[in-house]
């Protein structure tokens, strides 16, 4: 149980344009979904916050019109890159938090990660 | 200071060998305390679970929870090479995860 998946898996594409990352959990409800990013060798970085039915949080630094983020239902939030740049290739990592029920809510799963290149 | 504090290594062991890895942190409202395996290029998959002080064990995987110290380590018994990833740590206050930069383990055939 507890299976988050992520798609695509990679994508390459031009700068300008814009691409979307779905991120689902499989098997079980999420209010609270979470946006990655982490760069080789690092830690990850915490872009946003994504709560079913309202507007993500954004952390500071991360610009909310670049990185649309919507959480449409209880399994599933997407990220868009609007207007991709090179600087913005990365490998972007979804989480999900279990809504209360069925599993504690201080654990999270991830998705296995959408490899992003723009060229 | 960063809220967690993790070596990033790498770390290298002949395959048998016991790997300890640990964590710092200065947050001492974090109450629960996780331990992540993320194979190159794969999303973080959890690995351990703790909330408190104490230790849980998992088969060859053993948590420790030091809340005084401030400290959390995981230990690898009997290592193998399918243990060859990167491991990190995260904490949660129960609003907000923060995580290590992970440590690189090489266990050796």
């Known amino acids: 149980g507890a299976v988050v998946s992520q798609h695509p898996s990679r994508v390459i594409c031009k700068s300008g344009t814009s691409v979307k990352i779905e991120c689902r959990s499989l098997d079980f409800q999420a209010t609270t979904m979470f946006w990655y990013r982490q760069f080789p060798k690092k830690s990850l970085m915490l872009m946003a916050t994504s709560n079913e039915g309202s507007k993500a949080t954004y952390e500071q630094g991360v610009e909310k019109d670049k990185f649309l983020i919507n959480h449409a239902s209880l399994t599933l939030s997407t990220l868009t890159v609007t207007s991709a740049h090179p600087e913005d290739s990365s490998f972007y990592i979804c989480?999900?938090?279990?809504?209360?029920?069925?599993?504690?809510?201080?654990?999270?799963?991830f998705g296995p990660g959408t490899r992003l290149t723009v060229t | 200071q960063k809220e967690v504090e993790q070596d990033p290594g790498p770390l290298s062991v002949p395959e048998g060998a016991i790997v300890s890895l640990n964590c710092t942190y200065s947050n001492s409202a974090f109450q629960y305390f996780m331990w992540y395996r993320q194979y190159s290029r794969k999303g973080p998959e959890l690995l351990m679970y703790?909330?408190?002080?104490g230790n849980k064990e998992d088969g060859r995987f053993t948590a420790q929870v030091d809340k005084s110290s401030k400290y959390i380590s995981l230990f690898i018994r009997d290592s193998q090479p399918s243990d060859s990833a990167t491991y990190l740590c995260?904490?949660?206050?129960?609003?907000?995860?923060?995580f290590g930069t992970g440590t690189s383990l090489t266990v050796i055939p």
């Open positions: 703790t909330y408190s002080s």
């Open positions: 995260a904490m949660n206050t129960g609003n907000q995860f923060y």
């Open positions: 989480s999900a938090e279990p809504a209360s029920g069925g599993h504690s809510s201080y654990e999270q799963y």
